[in-house]
Nanobody
Framework: QVQLVESGGGVVQPGGSLRLSCAAS????????TGWYRQVPGKERELVAS???????NYADSVKGRFTISRDNAKNTMYLQMHNLKPEDTAVYYC???????????????WGQGTLVTVSS
């Protein structure tokens, strides 16, 4: 089974930090575009940050200077390092990846199961 597994969410005080991880498992040939999204009740899922296989990054204005997206291609893992967290960052965070898988080779868009980040004092 090809899937994305997220970890690293939790409860943190304003100004604190968290590091989210997203690991791809299964018979994956390559991982192309990847990104982190977040969603709160009553609002649409929004893109927080993205990164290409070549390392090109893009960030939402609300997180620029505070969040950093990265990926370890050898480990098929993507990260979101979050600093100076604010209450408005509270959301369920989802990782997303466009992958090429074996048996037979085909493209898939995968979503992680979601991890909850709560920023509260």
């Amino acid at each position: 089974q090809v899937q994305l597994v997220e970890s690293g969410g939790g409860v943190v005080q304003p100004g604190g930090s968290l590091r989210l991880s997203c690991a791809a498992s299964g018979s994956i040939f390559s991982i192309r575009a990847t990104g982190w999204y977040r969603q709160v009740p009553g609002k649409e899922r929004e893109l927080v940050a993205s990164i290409t296989s070549g390392g090109s990054t893009n960030y939402a204005d609300s997180v620029k200077g505070r969040f950093t997206i990265s990926r370890d291609n050898a480990k098929n893992t993507m990260y979101l390092q979050m600093h100076n967290l604010k209450p408005e960052d509270t959301a369920v965070y989802y990782c997303n990846a466009d992958v090429v898988v074996f048996g037979p080779a085909r493209n898939l868009e995968l979503w992680g199961q979601g991890t909850l980040v709560t920023v509260s004092s």
